[in-house]
């Protein structure tokens, strides 16, 4: 069974960036996809961004592209999350997900295993 767990979270300024990473352990983690999502309380836990296990797919949300960047580093079974441009909006805890099942990188159902998360707070 594949366990997740995402570290990087801390207080930053709008503007700033930030770096999230999540380590992956157990399973054939290397075979599957992975992903990013963030949730605020009170909402719906959105669909940040995708991955494929040879990351020639890649998946953003609108809200994220060409400011975020996913990231995953097989040989050292990590995925990564680099946070540009940060505003107040992209408040939130952060999840490391991945698609347990199979699945595709960009269809957020497919993602069926979560990390603990991680928080990331924006201040203007």
């Known amino acids: 069974q594949v366990q997740l767990v995402e570290s990087g979270g801390g207080v930053v300024t709008v503007g700033e960036s930030l770096r999230l990473a999540c380590a992956a352990s157990?399973?054939?983690?290397?075979?599957?996809?992975l992903g990013w999502f963030r949730q605020t309380p009170g909402k719906l836990r959105e669909f940040v961004a995708g991955?494929?296990?040879?990351?020639?797919?890649?998946y953003y949300s609108q809200s994220v592209k060409g400011r975020f960047t996913i990231h995953r580093d097989n040989a050292n079974y990590k995925l990564y999350l680099q946070m540009n441009r940060l505003t107040t909006e992209d408040t939130a805890m952060y999840y490391c997900?991945?698609?347990?099942?199979?699945?595709?990188?960009?269809?957020?159902?497919?993602?069926?295993?979560w990390g603990q998360g991680t928080q990331v707070t924006v201040s203007s």
């Open positions: 997900a991945a698609a347990g099942s199979g699945g595709r990188y960009f269809n957020a159902d497919s993602f069926n295993i």
């Open positions: 157990g399973g054939n983690v290397n075979t599957i996809s």
């Open positions: 991955i494929n296990p040879t990351s020639i797919g890649k």
